[in-house]
């Protein structure tokens, strides 16, 4: 008898580590929120990031696109020889 009363408090202790782990699997640990916490700040910085790289490409797009677009006017006016155009759409080019 004495032999099952000792399983006993073994698998009292068993269940005691049991019930360690399962607080750190729960996310009781300060470690795992400051985790969560570092990552949330991260994400919303890097998305911070990403939107001025990508405002920054969509200007230079703009900047390429209102080139072509100023160069191509510029070609069909001098065909036309309209002089007063010419010079509004060639200085818009050299301003860009």
């Given at each position: 008898?004495k ?6 408090s ?6 005691d580590?049991d019930d ?10 300060d470690?795992?929120?400051?985790d ?17 790289d990508?405002?920054?490409?969509d200007?230079?797009?703009m900047?390429?696109?209102m080139?072509?677009?100023i160069?191509?006017?510029?070609r069909?006016?001098q065909?036309?020889r309209s002089c007063?155009?010419?010079v509004?759409f060639?200085c818009?080019?050299?301003c860009f």
């Amino acid at each position: 008898m004495k032999d099952s009363n000792d399983d006993d408090s073994d698998d009292d202790d068993d269940d005691d580590d049991d019930d360690d782990d399962d607080d750190n699997d729960d996310g009781d640990d300060d470690d795992d929120d400051e985790d969560d916490d570092d990552d949330d700040g991260d994400d919303d910085d890097d998305n911070d990031d990403d939107d001025d790289d990508d405002d920054y490409g969509d200007d230079m797009m703009m900047m390429m696109m209102m080139k072509t677009y100023i160069l191509i006017k510029l070609r069909l006016l001098q065909c036309r020889r309209s002089c007063s155009t010419y010079v509004v759409f060639y200085c818009l080019y050299v301003c860009f």
